[in-house]
């Protein structure tokens, strides 16, 4: 049984940082291309970031490009979003995914198998 688990989120000020991680169990994770999606209540949920099996291709979402870094260490089968300068346009839900691409990141929702079940960030003015 595949698990996500995410953790780090929290209530920050306006330009504080935060590291998002997703804890995967239940798979192989170097088998799984990863990605980061979020969703603001009424909202669809949104691609954030995504990385490729070996953390060679990365893809950002243009409102958080500059901002956050995806990371992954497949020995610890951990996922990472280091969020910076974090602005009130932030805040949401964010969700860890999980599909069986053998290359490449694909950003719809979708497409991806699995998920976590959701991390409330909230970024105050």
């Known amino acids: 049984q595949v698990q996500l688990v995410e953790s780090g989120g929290g209530l920050v000020q306006a330009g504080d940082s935060l590291r998002l991680s997703c804890a995967a169990s239940?798979?192989?994770?170097?088998?799984?291309?990863m990605a980061w999606f979020r969703q603001v209540l009424g909202k669809e949920r949104e691609f954030v970031s995504g990385?490729?099996?070996?953390?060679?291709?990365?893809r950002y979402a243009d409102s958080v490009k500059g901002r956050f870094t995806i990371s992954r260490d497949n020995a610890k089968n951990t996922m990472y979003l280091q969020m910076n300068n974090l602005e009130p346009e932030d805040t949401a839900v964010y969700y860890c995914?999980?599909?069986?691409?053998?290359?490449?990141?694909?950003?719809?929702?979708?497409?991806?198998?699995?998920w976590g079940q959701g991390i409330q960030v909230t970024v105050s003015s």
């Open positions: 995914a999980a599909n069986f691409l053998p290359v490449g990141v694909r950003d719809l929702a979708h497409q991806y198998d699995f």
């Open positions: 239940g798979v192989t994770f170097s088998s799984c291309a």
């Open positions: 990385i490729s099996r070996t953390g060679g291709i990365t």
